[in-house]
Nanobody, 124 residues
Framework: QVQLMESGGGSVQSGGSLRLSCKVS????????LGWFRQVPGKEREGVAY????????FYTKDVRGRFTISRDNAKNTVYLQMNSLKPEETAMYYC?????????????????WGKGTLVTVSS
């Protein structure tokens, strides 16, 4: 069963940067597309960034394009999310997932197993 462990969250001021990491285990990591999602209490989880199995294709939700960068290290079974120019409204719990797909501009997670997430707090 897939196990996901997110880290790297924290508190930053508006305009600041954070780099999130997600260690993936329990699956053949290198064959799966991966993605980052975020959730604010009371709202649905939304897809933020996607990367295909070998890293040569990415997708970002419109709100983060040009500011966030997703990458992966298949030797370390880890996916990253570099977040720059953070905004207060991006305060959320951030999660990674596997076997992620993108259809008509919407990201869909592939596993019902989620990690604990990592909290990002952006103050104004």
């Amino acid at each position: 069963q897939v196990q996901l462990m997110e880290s790297g969250g924290g508190s930053v001021q508006s305009g600041g940067s954070l780099r999130l990491s997600c260690k993936v285990s329990g699956i053949t990591y290198a064959v799966y597309a991966l993605g980052w999602f975020r959730q604010v209490p009371g709202k649905e989880r939304e897809g933020v960034a996607y990367i295909n199995f070998n890293g040569d294709s990415t997708f970002y939700t419109k709100d983060v394009r040009g500011r966030f960068t997703i990458s992966r290290d298949n030797a370390k079974n880890t996916v990253y999310l570099q977040m720059n120019s953070l905004k207060p409204e991006e305060t959320a719990m951030y999660y990674c997932n596997v076997d992620v797909t993108v259809l008509a501009g919407t990201m869909y997670y592939g596993s019902d197993s989620w990690g604990k997430g990592t909290l990002v707090t952006v103050s104004s």
